[in-house]
């Protein structure tokens, strides 16, 4: 008697087991979970189908890893691990893992069978194998992590791919936009370092576009002849596993075999070397931009004409820049770790100003950096600032002082002109006028004064040199002075037979004029200025001296400097003047080609200038054609008058209290033309 019966179905076989049988899909989402499954992890299968395998602990997911990718393309493959179940409790099991084939021979999933395991044994060997992988690969990441230059931490990396995974040979690969570059390798032949390749149809390629993390490729599965790394001879696998800086591929770990084999073990590790891998990249990156942002900072600061010191929260220094160095003189290595050599502000937007030993002005000012508690100080050589504003003061003051008493006089005559016309008699009236108009030529001498300063600091004076006799302008300034004082006596002493200068007339007269009025007015109780001439060299040297108190030491050269005034010489109540005069003495002979100098006598003053000679066949007229007559402009004579204010005699001026009358105000340079107009050229 036959019966039929329904042939066991699959389904009944996996709900029947005894032991828990889980399926994976390619994309490793769990698609099979049987009720031992259920019993042995705690999870329904309606908790876990279509989502990833939850059993898996966090420091084994490397090794599941590893195990899928060793037996995707090649036998099962059991183990003996730890798992845990839904309430975190874990257990020892042994997973026996197959890959599942499609009828075409691609690759479908894997199917794996687990089952606890009581072999207490077993699973203590198990665990003392891990532990001591554990330590190796700890020292191998304390290695890496030894050095934070970047390329020592991929040579390092390298190196442990073959100490950890007992590869043949290994090396780091670096993902560069569309292509991948061989940045180091161990135990490979030099030649391949920085080799390059497309990203497309390399390995690495490969790997990324399947979304995992390691990849295993053999002789097996495709052909590794064609390879760069056909290098290494008997090559037959080759392990791959992505090293990720900051979540974003970096570059890939590659170990290479040609003796051994390879199994999970050795890909678990890798995948763990990876992982520490791109944490030791990413802070050797972060340490060389970090070292090369200093390096910039330092470029800039030691780039900086303004000096910068870091100070620390107790205002010690520990940044020193170069500008720093040369502004106060101390170098970085003294200053470093004390105070600074100046005075810090009271807070950020005060700037302070302060005086070096060596004269020079510093303004400082201070910001903080609130990340580093620390401060920053800017300081600039302000010198040439605090003498404009020293100057600036030298002038209102002088041109205030100076131009008060002859404003005072002007409006004190006029007034007693309107109140008083009809009762004064005519001798009066015209007392009063002339003294209207002294003072008013005075007035207009210091603003002339002031006009020609102005020029001289642009560069615009007017000057035109031509070959002319120098002894004619010497003896017209020599007469015109000689007239002006019975208390001095003008000397010159000159040959009859100078040579001929190549300068400009006008301009040499106002030197002469300049410097025989301030030895005149600097010498006021009498004396002989004498006058000398000599030539040496290329050049004729002009001398000046005088019988008055001379020169304070040291004001040899701030004499020519605008507005300075300095020792007796610069009392203003006793020989007034706005401080212009050598000023623009200087700026006109240089100017000319020559130079003025002042030098201290053991009694007065000497001030000389120098004018170039003219060379036949030089610049300017023939030498052998007619002499030109030096013709003085017209008012140059009523100018020189004007210096003592018309008087015919020299007195010492009186002070400002006991007189309003005006002192003697600084003669008016001769001028060749009016200023220069906007538009002209040349």
């Avoid at 076989?13 to 889980?22: E, F, G, M, P, R």
């Avoid at 690969?137 to 931490?153: C, E, G, M, P, R």
């Avoid at 000096?307 to 200053?335: C, H, M, Q």
């Avoid at 300049?514 to 002989?528: C, R, Y």
Wanted: aromatic content about 6%; overall charge negative; proline content about 6%.
């Amino acid at each position: 008697m036959s019966s039929e019966r329904a042939p066991l179905s699959a389904a009944a076989v996996l709900a029947s087991s005894a032991d828990a049988v889980v399926g994976l899909d390619s994309a490793l989402r769990v698609c099979l979970w049987n009720p031992a499954a259920e019993r042995l992890f705690g999870w329904r299968s309606q908790d876990v189908i279509g989502g990833r395998l939850p059993i898996v602990p966090a420091e084994l997911k490397a090794e599941h890893g590893a195990v899928l990718e060793q037996v995707r393309a090649g036998p099962p493959l059991t183990i003996h691990t730890r798992r845990v179940r839904r309430d975190d409790t874990p257990i020892d099991v042994r997973v026996s893992t197959a890959a599942v084939t499609s009828p075409d021979g691609g690759h479908d999933g894997w199917v794996l069978t687990l089952y606890p395991t009581d072999n207490e044994a077993q699973a203590h060997t198990a665990a003392m194998e891990r532990a001591r992988l554990v330590r190796r690969l700890t020292d191998v990441v304390v290695d890496i992590n030894a050095d934070l230059s970047l390329q020592s931490v991929l040579d390092r990396i390298s190196s442990g791919i073959t100490e950890l995974t007992g590869a043949d040979a290994g090396g780091f690969v670096l993902l560069n936009e569309d292509r991948v570059e061989l940045v180091s390798i161990t135990r490979l032949s030099q030649t391949l370092q920085g080799y390059s390749a497309p990203l497309e149809t390399s390995l690495f390629g490969e790997l990324l576009r399947s979304g995992k993390s390691v990849l295993l490729a053999n002789d097996d599965t495709r052909g590794l002849q064609d390879l760069v790394w056909a290098d290494l001879p008997g090559l037959h696998t080759i392990a791959l596993c992505v090293s990720n800086v900051h979540g974003r591929p970096y570059g890939a770990l590659y170990a290479l075999y040609s003796q051994r084999k390879v199994g999970h073990v050795e890909l678990e590790l890798l995948e763990l070397l990876a992982a520490h891998a791109g944490v030791a990249i990413g802070n050797a990156m972060a340490y060389e931009e970090l070292n090369h942002q200093r390096v910039h900072e330092q470029a800039v600061a030691d780039s900086s004409a303004d000096g910068i010191a870091v100070l620390d929260f107790g205002g010690r220094v520990r940044k020193w820049n170069r500008s720093a160095v040369e502004l106060t003189g101390y170098p970085a290595e003294i200053v470093e770790g004390r105070h600074p050599p100046f005075p810090i502000p009271a807070c950020h937007g005060r700037p302070v100003k302060h005086r070096l030993k060596d004269g020079r002005w510093l303004e400082i000012l201070m910001a903080r950096i609130p990340r580093t508690h620390e401060w920053v100080v800017d300081f600039r050589d302000i010198t040439a600032q605090k003498a404009m504003e020293d100057e600036r003061e030298a002038f209102l003051a002088t041109t205030g002082h100076e131009l008060r008493t002859p404003i005072t006089a002007i409006h004190g005559f006029a007034t007693t002109l309107i109140r008083k016309w009809s009762r004064m008699s005519s001798e009066a009236q015209r007392e009063a006028v002339s003294n209207i108009v002294d003072r008013s030529t005075a007035l207009t001498l210091l603003v002339e004064r002031l006009s020609l300063g102005s020029d001289a600091s642009r560069g615009e004076l007017d000057v035109n040199p031509v070959p002319f006799e120098l002894s004619q302008v010497l003896r017209q300034a020599v007469m015109t002075f000689r007239s002006l004082s019975d208390r001095h006596d003008v000397v010159l002493s000159a040959s009859d037979d100078l040579p001929t200068v190549f300068a400009d007339p006008l301009a040499t007269g106002i030197i002469m004029d300049q410097l025989l009025d301030n030895s005149i007015k600097f010498s006021p109780e009498g004396g002989t200025v004498h006058v000398t001439v000599t030539v040496e060299g290329d050049e004729v040297a002009v001398s000046v001296d005088d019988d008055g108190p001379g020169l304070r030491p040291g004001d040899e050269e701030r004499v020519f400097e605008r507005f300075f005034q300095g020792g007796v010489r610069g009392d203003r109540r006793r020989f007034g003047g706005l401080g212009l005069g050598l000023y623009i003495v200087r700026k006109l002979a240089q100017d000319q080609g020559g130079d003025v100098r002042a030098r201290r006598l053991e009694r007065g003053t000497r001030m000389y200038f120098t004018l170039p000679l003219h060379r036949d066949g030089g610049a300017g007229p023939d030498p052998d054609g007619p002499r030109t007559a030096i013709v003085e402009p017209p008012g140059v004579a009523a100018v020189r008058a004007g210096v003592t204010g018309g008087q015919t005699s020299f007195k010492p001026p009186a002070s400002q209290e006991s007189s309003k009358i005006s002192p003697n105000p600084e003669p008016l340079p001769r001028r060749r033309s009016a200023r220069p107009t906007a538009g002209r050229t040349g």
